[in-house]
């Protein structure tokens, strides 16, 4: 990874861990699966009737288990591809602009040192978070 990206992403982690957010990127393929599972076996045992009933079953399954699955987003970050990260970089980079630093200690200070670029850069975070990953954000009480 190259070094301002690494910076950027340390950022990133630096601001989601000082406000304790936590994401839950939804799982839709694992609910698809225990639906379509459901409904598979409904019809088997019941027949066409068993397959509507299979299918809330299990739909209701799905949702049940792909629901509330929050982590924080500093471990969510650490998981992204290398596309993904360099598309964060490029909307975190859009709000830095020209900002010169040396190192990811540096970049941090700067940022949390200006309330306003930290906002912006929190916004821009989860913005992708949101948009990109079609995750659901909670702040941790």
Known sequence: MAPRMDDVMRLCCEISTHDQIKVAVK????????????????GMLGGPPGIAVG??????????????????LPQILMELTPTQQQ??????????????????????????????LQQQVTSALLNYIVKELKADVRYQD
């Open 27 to 42: 799982n839709s393929t694992t609910g698809a699966v225990v639906a379509g599972g459901a409904a598979f076996v409904g």
């Open 55 to 72: 299918g809330a079953v299990g739909g209701l399954l799905g949702s049940w288990l792909t629901s509330g699955q929050f982590r924080p």
């Open 87 to 116: 598309r964060l970089y490029s909307d975190v980079m859009a709000v830095l602009g020209n900002l010169n630093w040396m190192d990811a200690a540096q970049l941090i200070a700067l940022v949390m040192g200006n309330a306003t």
